[in-house]
């Protein structure tokens, strides 16, 4: 299964930015939203249970960011409010394995989306 990100851009800082993530086919696992900043290590932000009913997040976007999930469009979404300058990164999505902090992304690697908010 192929992931492609899309839905990124340049944006003030308090702004908002809704990510989109579609999967070639049926993905059957947990997904999740990681990001890499330049100069720094990808982290991971959020991640979605395979039913949606469950959802994870980084501390430092929580209560900002929300993570859902259409199966039937096999799509993940990143709704990303209240938006920081170092939220910018460029945004990837994955599969994933395992779900809180033992979740790991599995896979290869989809094309990332940038994200810039400027202060």
């Known amino acids: 299964v192929q992931l492609q990100a899309s839905g990124g851009g340049l944006v003030q800082a308090g702004g908002c930015l809704r990510l989109?993530?579609?999967?070639?086919?049926?993905?059957?696992?947990?997904m999740g939203w990681f990001r890499q900043a330049p100069g720094k290590e990808r982290e991971f932000v959020a991640a979605?249970?395979?039913?949606?009913?469950?959802?994870y997040y980084a501390d430092s976007v929580k209560g900002r960011f929300t993570i859902s999930r259409d199966n039937a469009k096999n799509t993940v979404y990143l709704q990303m409010n209240s938006l920081k300058p170092e939220d910018t990164a460029v945004y990837y999505c994955?599969?994933?394995?395992?779900?809180?902090?033992?979740?790991?992304?599995?896979?290869?690697w989809g094309q990332g989306t940038l994200v810039t908010v400027s202060s």
């Open positions: 979605i249970s395979l039913s949606g009913a469950s959802t």
């Open positions: 994955a599969s994933l394995t395992g779900w809180g902090t033992k979740l790991a992304p599995s896979g290869s």
């Open positions: 989109s993530c579609v999967a070639s086919g049926r993905t059957f696992n947990s």
